[in-house]
Protein backbone atom coordinates (compact mmCIF):
# COMPACT_ATOMS: atom_id res chain seq x y z
CA UNK A 1 0.00 0.00 0.00
CA UNK A 2 3.05 2.61 0.77
CA UNK A 3 4.52 1.68 -2.78
CA UNK A 4 0.92 2.72 -4.41
CA UNK A 5 0.81 6.30 -2.39
CA UNK A 6 4.20 7.15 -4.10
CA UNK A 7 3.10 6.66 -7.07
CA UNK A 8 -0.04 8.66 -6.28
CA UNK A 9 1.94 11.37 -5.47
CA UNK A 10 3.79 11.01 -8.19
CA UNK A 11 0.69 11.50 -10.50
CA UNK A 12 -0.16 14.49 -8.22
CA UNK A 13 3.03 15.85 -9.14
CA UNK A 14 3.28 15.53 -12.76
CA UNK A 15 -0.27 16.14 -13.59
CA UNK A 16 0.34 19.67 -11.46
CA UNK A 17 3.36 20.59 -13.60
CA UNK A 18 1.51 19.83 -16.71
CA UNK A 19 -1.60 22.13 -15.60
CA UNK A 20 1.68 24.63 -14.54
CA UNK A 21 2.65 24.08 -17.95
CA UNK A 22 -0.31 24.49 -19.95
CA UNK A 23 -1.19 27.56 -18.60
CA UNK A 24 2.17 29.39 -19.50
CA UNK A 25 4.09 29.22 -16.67
CA UNK A 26 1.82 31.76 -14.93
CA UNK A 27 -0.21 31.64 -12.04
CA UNK A 28 -0.14 35.31 -10.64
CA UNK A 29 -3.49 36.61 -12.08
CA UNK A 30 -5.29 33.93 -9.32
CA UNK A 31 -4.51 33.20 -6.25
CA UNK A 32 -7.26 30.93 -6.12
CA UNK A 33 -5.14 28.91 -8.82
CA UNK A 34 -1.91 29.64 -7.02
CA UNK A 35 -3.31 28.58 -3.55
CA UNK A 36 -4.78 25.62 -5.36
CA UNK A 37 -1.23 24.65 -7.07
CA UNK A 38 1.08 25.18 -4.40
CA UNK A 39 -1.30 23.16 -2.42
CA UNK A 40 -1.65 19.92 -4.71
CA UNK A 41 1.84 20.05 -5.50
CA UNK A 42 2.79 19.91 -1.52
CA UNK A 43 0.50 16.86 -1.14
CA UNK A 44 1.66 14.97 -3.98
CA UNK A 45 5.19 15.59 -2.48
CA UNK A 46 3.89 14.24 1.02
CA UNK A 47 2.49 11.42 -0.67
CA UNK A 48 5.64 10.53 -2.35
CA UNK A 49 8.03 11.17 0.31
CA UNK A 50 5.19 8.83 2.97
CA UNK A 51 6.17 6.34 -0.01
CA UNK A 52 10.31 6.09 0.63
CA UNK A 53 12.38 5.36 3.78
CA UNK A 54 13.82 8.98 4.93
CA UNK A 55 15.27 10.04 8.18
CA UNK A 56 11.72 12.12 8.06
CA UNK A 57 9.78 8.88 7.49
CA UNK A 58 11.92 7.06 10.54
CA UNK A 59 10.79 9.88 12.64
CA UNK A 60 7.56 10.31 12.29
CA UNK A 61 6.45 7.40 10.60
CA UNK A 62 5.06 7.28 7.43
CA UNK A 63 1.68 7.09 8.14
CA UNK A 64 2.20 10.81 9.76
CA UNK A 65 3.19 11.86 7.00
CA UNK A 66 0.61 10.57 4.49
CA UNK A 67 -2.52 11.51 7.42
CA UNK A 68 -0.80 14.96 6.82
CA UNK A 69 -0.87 14.81 2.99
CA UNK A 70 -4.72 13.86 3.00
CA UNK A 71 -5.16 16.61 5.32
CA UNK A 72 -3.81 19.39 3.17
CA UNK A 73 -6.15 17.65 0.34
CA UNK A 74 -9.06 18.97 2.65
CA UNK A 75 -7.51 22.01 3.54
CA UNK A 76 -7.04 22.83 -0.45
CA UNK A 77 -10.69 21.43 -1.22
CA UNK A 78 -12.07 24.15 1.52
CA UNK A 79 -9.97 26.60 0.18
CA UNK A 80 -11.07 25.98 -3.36
CA UNK A 81 -14.62 26.36 -2.32
CA UNK A 82 -14.11 29.35 0.50
CA UNK A 83 -12.37 31.10 -3.25
CA UNK A 84 -15.19 30.34 -5.19
CA UNK A 85 -18.57 30.46 -2.82
CA UNK A 86 -19.73 33.38 -5.09
CA UNK A 87 -19.02 31.80 -9.01
CA UNK A 88 -20.25 27.96 -8.35
CA UNK A 89 -23.90 26.92 -6.62
CA UNK A 90 -24.85 26.11 -3.15
CA UNK A 91 -24.91 21.77 -4.15
CA UNK A 92 -21.36 22.47 -6.02
CA UNK A 93 -20.15 24.07 -2.52
CA UNK A 94 -21.61 21.25 -0.15
CA UNK A 95 -19.85 18.86 -2.54
CA UNK A 96 -16.66 20.20 -2.08
CA UNK A 97 -17.10 21.22 2.12
CA UNK A 98 -18.02 16.97 2.18
CA UNK A 99 -15.04 16.40 0.02
CA UNK A 100 -12.70 18.46 2.63
CA UNK A 101 -14.01 16.97 5.84
CA UNK A 102 -13.46 13.35 4.70
CA UNK A 103 -10.22 14.43 3.78
CA UNK A 104 -9.50 15.97 6.95
CA UNK A 105 -11.39 12.75 8.08
CA UNK A 106 -9.47 10.86 6.38
CA UNK A 107 -5.55 11.94 7.03
CA UNK A 108 -6.15 12.23 10.67
CA UNK A 109 -7.26 8.69 11.37
CA UNK A 110 -4.55 7.34 9.40
CA UNK A 111 -1.96 9.79 11.00
CA UNK A 112 -3.21 8.29 14.54
CA UNK A 113 -3.32 4.70 13.37
CA UNK A 114 -6.92 5.06 14.12
CA UNK A 115 -9.58 2.15 13.45
CA UNK A 116 -11.15 3.02 10.47
CA UNK A 117 -8.49 2.68 7.88
CA UNK A 118 -6.22 -0.53 8.34
CA UNK A 119 -3.13 1.20 7.58
CA UNK A 120 -0.30 -0.83 9.03
CA UNK A 121 2.48 1.64 10.40
CA UNK A 122 5.43 -0.65 9.99
CA UNK A 123 4.99 -1.09 6.61
CA UNK A 124 8.40 -1.06 4.75
CA UNK A 125 8.97 0.15 1.26
Avoid: C, K, Q
Avoid at 24 to 47: C, H, I, K, P, Y
Avoid at 108 to 121: N, Q, S, V
Amino acid sequence: MRRGFRWFGYTIVAVMAGLFALSGFSLSGSTEGLVGFAGLLAVGVLFVLAGFETPLTRRFGWHRILGLGFVMMGVVNLLTVLFSWADGGLLYAVATLSLAVLFAFMGFDIARDGPHFDIDPDETV
